[in-house]
């Protein structure tokens, strides 16, 4: 910490955008934003980030010799889709718990899914997945939708089992008009849309800064 803040870092991608909404994102703790153009040399960023305390990135290389440089460094958040850019079992040595599918389920009030779509990730969230989730719970699915199993899902659903559900991307695309999903009132349904409207871009760089400052 240097004056008492937090200094978070933003290193931009290959276009400069404007960060205040970051910024303003940041008001309400005692933290201050430096925005860094683009660098994808590890020594430049580790000189340019020396007091960092957490680094927002897009696509600048986050290894394990820079976050072991950045003594003061407790997150990184990149602001896209995918960590290609992060040394992620570097980082995750940050103390965070590893738990099963089955222990997730069961313990979070919210599940958001990220993952890529192969054949083990197939339905992954499925019946099982539900037996095992708090009937308060929510499910957020923004990243494949084969990903879930709907009709699992609309069971779960319709026997209050779950408490509801916001989907943007479907099994079948574009999803059925009979399916069931779609007409239940406590389902948020979008057309694999999320990110085609421009507000979403500074709620993400906003949403990357309130990360790295509840770290």
């Known amino acids: 910490m240097v004056d008492g803040s937090y200094h978070v870092y933003v290193i931009q991608g290959q276009t400069e955008r404007d960060w205040s909404d970051c910024q303003a994102a940041l008001a309400h703790v005692p933290a201050r934003l430096t925005a860094l153009p683009f660098s994808g040399d590890p020594d430049a960023l580790i ?5 960092a305390d957490a680094l927002v990135v897009a696509f600048s290389p986050i290894t394990r010799g820079v976050m072991s440089a950045l003594e003061g460094l407790k997150t990184v958040v990149r602001t896209g889709v995918g960590y290609d850019v992060i040394d992620v079992p570097a980082a995750s040595e940050l103390g965070v718990e ?11 009030d919210y599940v958001s899914v990220h993952t890529l779509l192969n054949a083990e990730t197939r339905h992954m969230i499925g ?11 929510l499910l957020i699915n923004t990243s494949r939708g084969p990903v879930v199993d709907e009709q699992a899902l609309a069971r779960a659903l319709r026997d209050k089992r779950l408490a509801g ?13 009979d399916n069931p999903l779609l007409h239940m009132d406590n389902v948020i349904a979008t057309p694999h849309a999320a990110y085609s409207r421009q507000p979403p871009s500074p709620r993400c760089r906003a949403a990357a800064a309130r990360r790295s400052r509840a770290c």
Not at 98 to 108: D, K, M, N, P
Not at 165 to 177: K, N, Q
């Open 47 to 51: 000189a340019r980030t020396r007091d």
């Open 98 to 108: 590893r738990v099963s599918l089955e222990a997730l389920a069961e313990r979070s």
């Open 127 to 137: 019946e099982k997945f539900f037996a095992r989730m708090k009937p308060t719970a």
């Open 165 to 177: 559900a916001a989907l943007d991307v479907w099994e079948t695309e574009p999803a059925a008009a």
